[in-house]
């Protein structure tokens, strides 16, 4: 499976989250406007809190949505033999005698799909993980967790 694969594979499940965030962001923006969310009483607050709901069920559709139109358009480069990791790599990494694989994306880190039987997460910029890997390569391992790269493509 090449990057570009999986760039589809994370595009469709991101195009799922967007989906999903959509109609979560919509059915709470209906609660903060319905009538069960009219106060019954000085102290009621739920149409108060509905609303903060919805203003942060918006804002999380803004940011997968915003991050499916990089998706959509994202094109990784396939890296030689022996290359250092940089954004876009795709590292097979080894800790305990688990394999995991690794793909630094310019955003929506977290998504986790099948990749030869293993996991593979994306990691984005602000991810920790993403900065201890970038500037490795195969070969060195990763302190304090051990964790050793074992191949960037």
């Known amino acids: 499976m090449t990057k570009q694969e999986i760039v589809r594979q994370l595009t469709a499940h991101l195009r799922q989250q967007v989906n999903t965030m959509r109609d979560a962001a919509k059915l709470a923006h209906e609660a903060s406007i319905g009538d069960e969310a009219k106060a019954e009483g000085k102290y009621d607050t739920r149409?108060?809190?509905?609303?903060?709901?919805?203003?942060?069920?918006?804002?999380?559709?803004?940011?997968?949505?915003?991050?499916?139109?990089?998706?959509?358009?994202?094109?990784?480069?396939e890296l030689p033999a022996g290359s250092v990791v940089e954004a876009g790599a795709l590292v097979e990494t080894e800790l305990d005698g688990v394999l995991s694989y690794f793909l630094l994306t310019p955003c929506a880190g977290g998504m986790t799909i099948d990749y030869h039987g293993c996991d593979l997460t994306s990691l984005s910029p602000d991810s920790p993980l993403y900065q201890s890997l970038l500037g490795t390569q195969a070969g060195d391992i990763l302190e304090p967790s051990g964790m050793m790269v074992l191949d960037v493509n």
């Open 47 to 77: 149409g108060l809190e509905a609303s903060y709901l919805a203003q942060a069920q918006a804002e999380q559709y803004r940011k997968f949505a915003d991050s499916l139109r990089i998706f959509e358009s994202l094109t990784l480069a």
